[in-house]
């Protein structure tokens, strides 16, 4: 059965560059959430996205970061000129819209070098 | 701001011990509360509770919540080392950014 899918699983780049992470959500999920997770931290929400509209942005840490989804599935995250604070694992999870059980992604790790 | 407390930190049992984690919470609007275990990678869905006072059991896990007193507790029996996670606590607020807020967690370790 197809979950949450998240590309690439790891990546590593050098301060100062773009970076893009992808989700796929299951299948028929209409709801889409970002969270990101620092070493020794908990789960921080950043953005989520009900069919392809972000109701609320301001969990987005600063303006380098931005997020988009279209066609009401695939959701792509991209940080502008990475600092090494955004070194961190980048997860997604999808849920039925209105259900609040949130299936999560494997996750990217992302390096800042 | 919305703010939950998971305790302990950290926590390192023997196999078959019972534990007890702590979640409280302080949000608004609260509607419900998840709990998640999360080993290496994803955090897997383990709970969600609306109702006080209501138990639900899952084999050896078990959880409740207390809305008036505002915190939740997820027990483990007979421990075994594959508990050995994560545990994070989340309320759900409804509020604008229809998220969970997520605990730091319970970082557990099932010594053998």
């Known amino acids: 059965g197809a979950g949450v899918s998240q590309s690439p699983s790891n990546k590593v780049t050098e301060k100062g560059k773009d970076v893009e992470l992808r989700c796929d959500p299951i299948?028929?999920?209409?709801?889409l959430y970002w969270y990101r997770q620092s070493l020794g931290q908990g789960l921080e929400f950043l953005i989520y996205f009900q069919g392809n509209s972000a109701p609320d942005k301001s969990g987005l840490p600063s303006d380098r970061f931005s997020a988009e989804r279209t066609g009401g599935s695939v959701s792509t995250l991209t940080i502008q000129r990475t600092q090494q604070e955004d070194s961190a694992v980048y997860l997604c999870a999808s849920s039925l819209g209105g259900e609040l059980t949130q299936h999560f992604g494997d996750g990217t790790r992302l390096s800042i070098l | 701001e919305d703010k939950v407390v998971q305790s302990p930190l950290s926590l390192v049992v023997h196999e078959g011990d019972t534990v007890t984690l702590n979640c409280s919470y302080e949000?608004?609007?609260?509607?419900?509360l998840l709990w998640y275990k999360q080993e290496k990678k994803a955090p897997t869905f383990l709970f969600m509770l609306t109702s006080s006072g209501i138990e639900k059991k899952s084999g050896r896990l078990s959880s409740i919540l207390d809305k008036k007193e505002l915190f939740s507790i997820l027990n483990i029996t007979a421990t075994q080392t594959g508990d050995s996670a994560v545990y994070l606590c989340a309320p759900y607020s409804g509020g604008g950014a229809d998220g969970l807020t997520f605990g730091k967690g319970t970082h557990l370790i099932i010594q053998p």
């Open positions: 949000v608004t609007n609260f509607r419900s």
């Open positions: 299948s028929g999920h209409t709801a």
